[in-house]
C-alpha cells in the first residue's frame, strides 16, 4: 500500500515577488559583465583596481601581481575595460586602470536578495 501526501494548495509554495526580476535584456547585458570577470586572471585584476586608493592602480602595479608577460595582462584588462567594468588613462608613460564603482554596485544589486538592503 503506498503513502499518500496530503494535497496542499498550489499557491501555498509561492512567495511573493519581493522585487523585479532581471528582464531578458537586462540578463542578457549583465551577463556580458559577469562573462568578463568569469576568468580568475581578471577578475584577479579587478580586485586588485579595486584594492588600490581610489579604485586606480598603475598597470605597473598590476603586472608584478601575476606570472604572466605583459601583453596577457593587456588582453584581460582589454576584455575588462571593453565590459565596462574598468576605463584607462594613459598619464606619461604608464596606463592608470579604474574601476566603475555604478557597474560594480549594479551587479552586486542583482545578487542581494529580494527584501535585503544593497550594499553602500
Known amino acids: 500500500m503506498s503513502k499518500q501526501l496530503?494535497?496542499?494548495?498550489?499557491?501555498?509554495?509561492c512567495t511573493p515577488l519581493a522585487r523585479e526580476p532581471?528582464?531578458?535584456?537586462?540578463?542578457?547585458?549583465?551577463?556580458?559583465l559577469f562573462k568578463a570577470m568569469s576568468?580568475?586572471?581578471?577578475?584577479?585584476?579587478?580586485?586588485?583596481?579595486?584594492?588600490h586608493a581610489g579604485g586606480e592602480a598603475c598597470v605597473c602595479d598590476l603586472t608584478d601581481a601575476f606570472d604572466?608577460?605583459?601583453p596577457t595582462i593587456s588582453h584581460h584588462l582589454k576584455v575588462l575595460r571593453e565590459s565596462g567594468l574598468i576605463t584607462g588613462e594613459?598619464?606619461?608613460?604608464?596606463v592608470y586602470y579604474r574601476v566603475?564603482?555604478?557597474?560594480?554596485?549594479?551587479?552586486?544589486?542583482?545578487?542581494?536578495?529580494?527584501?535585503?538592503?544593497?550594499?553602500?
Open 68 to 70: 604572466l608577460t605583459g
Open 6 to 13: 496530503p494535497l496542499v494548495a498550489l499557491d501555498a509554495c
Open 39 to 51: 576568468d580568475p586572471v581578471r577578475l584577479r585584476l579587478l580586485s586588485l583596481i579595486a584594492s
Open 90 to 94: 594613459r598619464r606619461g608613460t604608464w
Open 22 to 32: 532581471l528582464t531578458a535584456d537586462q540578463a542578457a547585458e549583465l551577463s556580458k
Open 100 to 120: 566603475h564603482p555604478e557597474v560594480l554596485a549594479r551587479l552586486s544589486a542583482v545578487l542581494v536578495p529580494g527584501g535585503a538592503e544593497a550594499p553602500a
